[in-house]
Antibody
């Protein structure tokens, strides 16, 4: 059974930083294409970043480009999201998800990031 | 950027109803479209990918159709477990992924 579990969310002040982690099991992690998707409270879904199995290429949504950095450690079956210069509008549940045939087939339960003073 | 428009935003239905949700795109997507179901407090669940392929384990009452700029998700006979919010999602080759704004199916 494929499982993805996010961690690292919490309360942070505007302008602050946070690092999210997602650890996977039940899949060949080193072959997996991984993404972060977020959902603001009461809002829809927004894709924010992609990383290939080899960490090249990497892509970001315009809304986070230059502030967020995605990375992975295949030896630890983990993907990370370093979030800097956080804004109030970054408040959301952050999900990691695998992608296959253009669709997100497995998701973690999510971790809540709250940006507030 | 490609814009995705789902309709309706909210749909009131009863158990046993046939339900159809539409997703329209501002440009042709080919068949690069997926559908998800999300329940409150839970992660989305993939139902359909490549416009019409049913994800493993998803009940056969769910079906997807369409290509180009217009797509539909159909639930042939609505069950109590199906009351949820549904999202369409497009993938393009840049790559980026774009979601529709969601359709809430309620009683």
């Amino acid at each position: 059974e494929v499982q993805l579990v996010e961690s690292g969310g919490g309360l942070v002040q505007p302008g602050g930083s946070l690092r999210l982690s997602c650890t996977a099991s039940g899949l060949t992690f080193s072959d997996s294409n991984l993404n972060w998707v977020r959902q603001a409270p009461g809002k829809g879904l927004e894709w924010i970043s992609y990383i290939s199995p080899s960490s090249d290429p990497i892509f970001y949504a315009d809304s986070v480009k230059g502030r967020f950095t995605i990375s992975r450690d295949n030896a630890k079956n983990s993907v990370f999201l370093q979030m800097n210069s956080l804004r109030v509008e970054d408040t959301a549940v952050f999900y990691c998800a695998t992608v296959r045939q253009g669709a997100f087939d497995f998701w973690g339960p999510g971790t809540l990031v709250t940006v507030s003073s | 950027d490609i814009q995705m428009t789902q309709s309706p935003s909210t749909l009131s239905a009863s158990v046993g109803d046939r339900v159809t949700i539409t997703c329209r795109a501002s440009q042709s997507l080919g068949t690069w479209l997926a559908w998800y179901q999300q329940k409150p407090g839970k992660a989305p669940k993939l139902l359909i990918y490549r416009a019409s392929t049913l994800q493993t384990g998803v009940p056969s009452r769910f079906s997807g159709s369409g290509s180009g700029t217009e797509f539909t998700l159909t639930i042939s006979s609505l069950q109590p477990d199906d009351f949820a919010t549904y999202y369409c999602q497009h993938y393009n080759s840049y790559p980026t992924w774009t979601f529709g704004q969601g359709t809430k199916v309620e009683i």
